[in-house]
T-cell receptor, first 112, second 113 residues
Framework: GESVGLHLPTLSVQEGDNSIINCAYS??????FIWYKQESGKGPQFIID?????DKRQGQRVTVLLNKTVKHLSLQIAATQPGDSAVYFC???????????FGQGTTLQVKP | DSGVTQTPKHLITATGQRVTLRCSPR?????VYWYQQSLDQGLQFLIQ???????AKGNILERFSAQQFPDLHSELNLSSLELGDSALYFC????????????FGQGTRLTVV
């Protein structure tokens, strides 16, 4: 069935370092991808998205890379800050609905 | 603040009971989504409504139902509740039907005892 999975359940980084969170997706028909951040006790918060006609998209301190050949997605966070500590989810979408298939999530811990 | 409002924030109820969760989408958004988040299943898509009509359905149990009203708010009804229904239920909204970011509410934490 459909699935989106994350390689690392927990990532611990030093403040100021760059973070890379990886995600594998299984549906080759997926053409839209999103990264969400979820802090404890809150709903998922949109970070950045990318469509399948692109392989890279940059935002403020974040970059998403898409490799459709191996069905892999990554989120890079530059100069990681304590406020970046959260669970990060990748999600994929296909078709003409907004249905998102979420990965299991990666916990990012930032050490001061 | 995402602009999506969910009520109540917490709900404790007994097995076999029925509850209704309410969601007000962001102003101007026509699409509403419901997701369930549990520890062992992660974030699972339940159902989507667009401008009052059902648009997509996930693995939503027959005991669960939803609707979107003319003012675009939505309700998720959960009946014959079981212990395993305990979870966070999130509502999200977006301006169009798909291929766009959805903005999530703070969720309703349902505990079935």
């Amino acid at each position: 069935g459909e699935s989106v999975g994350l390689h690392l359940p927990t990532l611990s980084v030093q403040e100021g370092d760059n973070s890379i969170i990886n995600c594998a997706y299984s549906n080759s028909a997926s053409d839209y991808f999103i990264w969400y951040k979820q802090e404890s006790g809150k709903g998922p918060q949109f970070i950045i998205d990318i469509r399948s006609n692109m392989d890279k998209r940059q935002g403020q301190r974040v970059t998403v890379l898409l490799n459709k050949t191996v069905k892999h997605l990554s989120l890079q966070i530059a100069a990681t800050q304590p406020g970046d500590s959260a669970v990060y989810f990748c999600a994929e979408n296909s078709g003409n609905t907004g249905k998102l298939i979420f990965g299991q999530g990666t916990t990012l811990q930032v050490k001061p | 603040d995402s602009g999506v409002t969910q009520t109540p924030k917490h709900l404790i109820t007994a097995t076999g009971q029925r509850v209704t969760l309410r969601c007000s989408p962001r102003s101007g958004d026509l699409s509403v989504y419901w997701y369930q988040q549990s520890l062992d299943q992660g974030l699972q898509f339940l159902i989507q409504y667009y401008n009052g009509e059902e648009r997509a359905k996930g693995n939503i149990l027959e005991r669960f139902s939803a609707q979107q009203f003319p003012d675009l708010h939505s309700e998720l009804n959960l009946s014959s509740l079981e212990l395993g229904d305990s979870a966070l239920y999130f509502c999200a909204s977006s301006d169009v039907a798909g291929h766009t970011e959805a903005f999530f509410g703070q969720g309703t934490r349902l505990t079935v005892v």
